[in-house]
């Protein structure tokens, strides 16, 4: 029988359900991630490979804009390779740019993920709720494990349409993974997800998203001075973080977002202007000191100071990579936003509202952890992405034809 684009397509999904379901196992012993960007990496090539006519480039302003994202990452590797600490946290890296390779199995193969995933969604849902059940018991298993922070980012999957009645499910599926795993970001999550489906205009979001992120960058300037205080006392590689919590009320409403605070202002503050041409890969985000570990990961400091991150990856990879970054990001978002908000209604009623919700809810995860810089997760963010891409590319031709 002769292989067919079929056939690569579900093998693809069925290595991407399984390491989105458990990459403590898939990824961490068998290394999904890095199969999924090879499989994405053929995909690609395949599909620009010349035949007549040329190169068959897609008209899709969010492929390019990817692409473009592949290219400064290339550049960032090229001049990585003189700045670097040590091959491994190069390599280690590395993983942010060819996880992005991912994104053009959700571009290439998404309408056979539709049908796939008609197939799979009991699974993902039952999978989960078991995985919940066993977490609010307290229950280990290897077989049984799901990360808690993205988790909610494959219950869209599950309802059988993206509008009020699936939003519900959604959010009570997000209350119940709430309660098992004690998340204070899927609080936000649920949140922000309901501001998204209510807004109704996509000039009112904009204007609501600029608000909260001046409101935001406002508290950050104001809570400035506080946060020197992370250098008080003997070093650590984070810093005196109590020191930081006793010096304002605020900090001790949640510590573990007074600790990401801290965090963001040591790699958007303390590496500014290094940040804004961006650091590059296999090079520290912070200081540390070799040799020592005064962390609770049971890793020394140079490890945590390459690989950990932020704790909000696009704060993150715009240190790594630069103010470039930063803005093909927010045109990415703003392309798949403006389209989201203005066809809603149609996404709606073909049933791919919740490709969306998903596409958000892993953004909105990214915003307190790591994300695109973790073989772990990355994959996850970058496959839905090409879903929502390939999904908005098929909207286009579909516009151009009537």
């Known amino acids: 029988m002769k292989l067919q684009k079929k056939h690569i397509a579900e093998s693809s999904f069925i290595l991407y359900l399984l390491y989105a379901l458990n990459h403590y196992v898939f990824e961490r012993a068998f290394f999904f991630n890095e199969l999924l960007a090879l499989i994405g990496f053929s995909v690609f090539c395949y599909e620009l490979y010349p035949r007549e006519g040329g190169i068959r480039w897609p008209k899709s302003t969010i492929y390019l804009t990817v692409c473009l994202l592949i290219a400064l990452g290339a550049v960032h590797l090229i001049i990585s390779w003189h700045l670097k600490t040590s091959l491994y946290y190069y390599l280690r890296n590395s993983v942010i740019i060819y996880s992005i390779f991912t994104f053009f199995l959700g571009f290439y193969f998404f309408p056979y993920f539709q ?224 389209e989201y908000f203005r066809y809603r209604r149609y996404y709606t009623e073909k049933n791919l509202n919740q490709y969306f919700w998903s596409f958000f809810i892993l953004t909105i995860v990214g915003f307190f952890n790591l994300l695109l810089e973790t073989p772990t997760l990355a994959a996850n963010y970058w496959i839905v992405f090409g879903f929502i891409a390939g999904m908005i590319e098929q909207h286009r031709r579909l516009l151009q034809q009537n």
């Open 115 to 338: 049908a796939f995933i008609k197939k799979w969604k009991y699974v993902i849902l039952g999978y989960a709720l078991m995985t919940m059940s066993l977490e609010l018991f307290s229950i280990k298993t290897i077989i049984f494990q799901m990360d808690r922070q993205v988790v909610s980012s494959l219950f869209p999957f599950t309802v059988k349409r993206g509008n009020s009645m699936g939003i519900l499910i959604v959010v009570f599926l997000g209350i119940f993974y709430t309660i098992a795993y004690s998340a204070l970001t899927s609080v936000v999550v649920i949140g922000l997800l309901l501001v998204i489906h209510f807004t109704k205009k996509y000039a009112n979001f904009k204007m609501g998203t600029s608000l909260l992120a001046l409101g935001i960058v406002a508290t950050f300037l104001y809570l400035s001075p506080f946060l020197k205080h992370y250098k008080e006392g003997n070093y650590t590689l984070f810093g005196n973080v109590i020191a930081v919590y006793n010096s304002n009320p605020i900090f001790q409403i949640d510590h573990n977002t007074s600790w990401r605070t801290i965090f963001w202002y040591r790699t958007v503050v303390e590496k500014f202007p290094e940040n804004l041409v961006g650091i590059g890969f296999g090079t520290p985000l912070i200081p540390y000191r070799k040799g020592e570990k005064t962390t609770e990961s049971n890793r020394y400091d140079e490890h945590d100071a390459h690989v950990t991150g932020a704790h909000n990856t696009f704060i993150t990879l715009f240190t790594r990579m630069g103010l470039p970054f930063l803005v093909l990001i927010l045109y990415l978002y703003n392309t798949v936003l403006k």
